[in-house]
């Protein structure tokens, strides 16, 4: 019995719907470090953006990143923040997460 070689077979596909984890998930209190990180399958793989919502349609993009990276996160960094994972086939945004910082 003969077998042919093996073929590799390449399925392109869009970005599944990314999620957003934090971390740490406690408390996050003013100075301390922050990093949101955006996660999404697709092939080929996605670039990430972040953007934070502020109710202006002109929203530019806060990295162009997987991760978002506060080192010394502020009171004024509070607010919702969501990210779009994009490949040559589609563009996927993920659900909002609320950061609330606490001042110490």
């Known amino acids: 019995m003969r077998t042919s070689e093996p ?16 971390s740490p998930s406690a ?3 003013e100075g301390s470090s922050v990093t949101l990180t955006c996660s999404s399958d697709a092939n080929p793989a996605a670039t990430y953006t972040w953007y934070k919502r502020n109710g202006n349609p002109n929203l530019h993009p806060l ?9 010394s996160i ?5 607010g919702e ?3 779009v994972a994009e490949n040559k ?4 945004t993920s659900k909002s997460v ?5 001042c110490e």
């Open 27 to 29: 408390e996050i209190v």
């Open 81 to 83: 923040y969501y990210c």
């Open 98 to 102: 609320f950061i609330d910082v606490k």
């Open 89 to 92: 086939l589609k563009r996927k």
């Open 7 to 22: 073929v590799f077979i390449n399925v392109k596909y869009a970005p599944k719907l990314p999620s957003v984890s934090v």
């Open 74 to 78: 502020q009171s004024s960094d509070s």
């Open 63 to 71: 990295s162009k990143e997987q991760k978002l990276v506060f080192r």
